[in-house]
């Protein structure tokens, strides 16, 4: 085996934790990731990770050697990105919420797919964080804060949770003026947003929260915006989620001096691995995509 296959192998295993992660992560057998990190030991004699039954942990030679293997690795990444360029093909994998994957990045891969024809995209929409090394993705657009410390990142662009009713249901019960008002009115839930009962704004030091009674609860955000639509009540969708009803206008913007922060969007991909060809082409292209399209606008709408 390949030596610098072998230091990918064992950072792998540091990054997921386990053998079995490390495999999954490198479309590697559990065998093959053993005798890689048995044959390291034997030529480094030492023994590098520790074994215990509920994680696997680096001892100090292992810690040494991660930390001198990792910039190896990334000299050998920056060092091949330098040479001619390594033919774009085989299949990608990419995942991505469900309405921005079918607004933003389904445009994306096609393009992606027109500048590289020896390419097999497939696009995985859901709108839950999928586990990158246990799926087998290769990139992921990720929309919020990231707890996952086993992901390289690359910010692309902000969006904002808004705050928006149809004409006619503000027509029949008023405009709110302040997030309080909202328990004078009808509201509508997404759990799948993640949003809970607890609706939270800022416009000021420390913001401030509204416990709603909704009187529609949703598990994925087009149900509701329907609902919103058809005059139902208020909805707090992601802004690129309802930019077309608000520039036709069958969705009012509300409250905007009361929006929380932006959320930032990021691509992602599992630490401790060599970046393919075709992940770090679909990387560049993805970043000047988004940035050309602007994922959020001065006016907080994309």
Not at 12 to 17: F, H, M, V, Y
Not at 164 to 177: E, N, Q
Not at 264 to 273: F, K
Not at 277 to 290: E, G, M, S, T
Request: aromatic share 4%.
């Amino acid at each position: 085996m390949d030596r610098l296959d072998e230091l990918a192998i064992f950072v792998a295993i540091l990054d997921t934790g386990s053998l079995g992660g490390a495999g999954r992560q490198l479309r590697r057998s559990r065998p093959a990731v053993t005798r890689a990190l048995a044959g390291l030991e034997e030529r480094v004699g030492a023994r590098l990770i520790a074994r215990t039954t509920r994680q696997l942990t680096a001892t100090d030679a292992g810690r040494e050697l991660a930390t001198s293997a990792r910039r190896m690795l990334a000299d050998y990444e920056a060092s091949m990105s330098g040479v001619a360029a390594a033919p774009v093909r085989g299949l990608l994998r990419v995942t991505a919420p469900m309405a921005f994957g079918r607004r933003h990045v389904t445009p994306l891969v096609t393009e992606f797919l027109d500048l590289n024809p020896e390419v097999q995209v497939e696009l995985v929409l859901a709108d839950r964080n999928l586990d990158m090394i246990d799926e087998g993705l290769d990139v992921a657009v990720r929309i919020g804060p990231l707890p996952d410390s086993r992901l390289v990142v690359r910010k692309v662009g902000e969006v904002r949770r808004l705050l928006v009713a149809a004409p006619s249901y503000l027509a029949s019960r008023g405009v709110p003026a302040r997030p309080s008002d909202l328990l004078q009115h009808d509201t509508i839930a997404s759990v799948a947003a993640g949003q809970g009962m607890l609706w939270r704004f800022g416009g000021s030091a420390r913001g401030s929260s509204v416990a709603v009674a909704p009187r529609f609860i949703v598990n994925e955000i087009e149900s509701g915006l329907i609902a919103a639509r058809a005059g139902r009540g208020l909805a707090r969708p992601l802004s690129y989620q309802v930019a077309d009803d608000i520039a036709a206008g069958t969705l009012v913007r509300l409250l905007r001096e009361f929006e929380p922060a932006p959320l930032p969007v990021h691509l992602v991909v599992p630490s401790g691995q060599h970046l393919a060809a075709k992940v770090r082409a679909f990387l560049d292209q993805a970043a000047a995509y988004f940035q050309r399209l602007g994922v959020i606008r001065p006016e907080g709408v994309s």
